[in-house]
């Protein structure tokens, strides 16, 4: 039996949500946040600091640092020490600050495409080259090149990759072989690792990730890894993050970098929301995870049997789902915007996720039943009208 209710629908419509910022009429599936309320531990705890009336500047109290040890020991078998984590008010400001950091303007910094679209903001915003190395996909699932990326990697003026574990959009959990093996090569060539892994506890129920540094101790001493819990207890507006580092000359060139950066000071809210969700709020994240991906079984299967040409990529982790065009012959953004203009339905077309997404598009499974059930009607009726105007 539930003890949280998703199925409430929560209006979100003027109340400065960048997901809901859309027409009257029009169901938005597109960015990654998600249509629930948080945790109710994180509420109280909020309550609970706002009730003080007092917003002064805020310390990062002792607590914070022990809940992210204890989840990531408890829940990913990972021992994480003190002094390896760095407060920082996203994974965003963590990943810009270090791309500017570790790299010097004019060098390369290697990404697996497609991938999360702000990575290629974080690189040329700073004046760094982006080098894709896309993922092989075979018409059913993703891998890494290893070819392609050795390639890539011994180009001296390649000096960090960002990784995306799990790796959104395609959803997929890297193997610890995998990761050890990115490693290896990252070494050889003198490479930093920089990982994303903001996804990390939105994954299928029973299975597990692997953190990059988990890996291998090679993996362990090269790396920078970005984690937060505002993915999975949608509180991204809390503005909360942890950069961890176990290396200690990597980890003082980025501690230094955010507090250069200004983005290593926590506001009123955002240490005591990370504490409660890590602390408290288990049991309903266990809940969520059952209900996200009951959400992508009902989606996969509704555009198997009723939309044939589209196909739905598998996938163990995040609640996005990564649905293959190439079937209909034209980019996805003929089609999403055919899709928005005819019933609403607002999804995210896969080309800003770097060239191999041209054909593909992204949907945010993150939201009540009803709405998925009607955003698959809408689906459908998007690819109908787009078939019927070719």
């Not at 011994?154 to 959009?169: F, K, V």
Request: charged share 25%; with cysteine.
């Amino acid at each position: 039996m539930s003890n949280y209710d998703f199925d409430q629908i929560t209006d979100r419509r003027n109340t400065g949500s960048l997901k809901w910022d859309v027409a009257e009429g029009e169901l938005p599936m597109w960015v990654a946040d998600m249509d629930f309320q948080t945790a109710p531990a994180v509420r109280e705890a909020i309550e609970k600091r706002a009730a003080h009336g007092v917003f002064g500047y805020t310390d990062v109290e002792e607590d914070w640092y022990q809940a992210y040890m204890d989840w990531w020991k408890r829940r990913h078998q990972f021992s994480i020490k003190k002094e390896w984590l760095t407060f920082c008010t996203g994974v965003v400001p963590a990943i810009s600050s270090t791309v500017r950091k570790l790299t010097t303007p004019g060098e390369n910094v290697l990404i697996q495409t497609p991938v999360y679209n702000i990575f290629f903001n974080s690189i040329v915003n700073n004046g760094r080259n982006v080098v894709e190395c896309p993922l092989a996909y075979d018409g059913e699932n993703y891998e890494m090149d290893f070819e392609a990326l050795e390639e890539k990697l011994s180009d001296p003026q390649t000096s960090l990759m960002i990784l995306c574990n799990p790796h959104n959009p395609v959803g997929r959990i890297w193997e610890r072989e995998t990761l050890a093996r990115v490693g290896e090569l990252c070494e050889k060539y003198h490479v930093t690792v920089l990982s994303d892994e903001i996804h990390c506890d939105i994954t299928r129920p029973g299975t597990g990730y692997l953190p990059f540094a988990a890996a291998s101790e090679t993996c362990k001493n090269i790396s920078v890894t970005c984690i937060a819990p505002t993915k999975a207890f949608n509180i991204a507006g809390i503005q909360t993050a942890a950069v961890m580092i176990p290396n200690e000359a990597l980890h003082h060139k980025v501690w230094r970098a955010l507090n250069t950066d200004e983005v290593a000071e926590p506001n009123v809210f955002a240490i005591g929301a990370a504490i409660a969700a890590f602390t408290k709020g288990e049991d309903w994240l266990e809940e969520l995870r059952e209900y996200l991906f009951e959400n992508r079984t009902y989606m996969t299967d509704y555009i198997r049997k009723e939309i044939p040409q589209l196909k739905v990529t598998e996938a163990d982790a995040t609640y996005l789902l990564w649905v293959d065009c190439n079937a209909l012959g034209c980019s996805a953004k003929e089609i999403a915007d055919t899709i928005r203009k005819t019933t609403g339905l607002y999804v995210s077309e896969g080309a800003q996720y770097g060239k191999t997404g041209e054909q593909f598009l992204r949907i945010n499974l993150a939201c009540q039943k009803s709405r998925i059930a009607d955003g698959c009607e809408r689906l459908k009726r998007g690819v109908e009208a787009y078939l019927s105007q070719r």
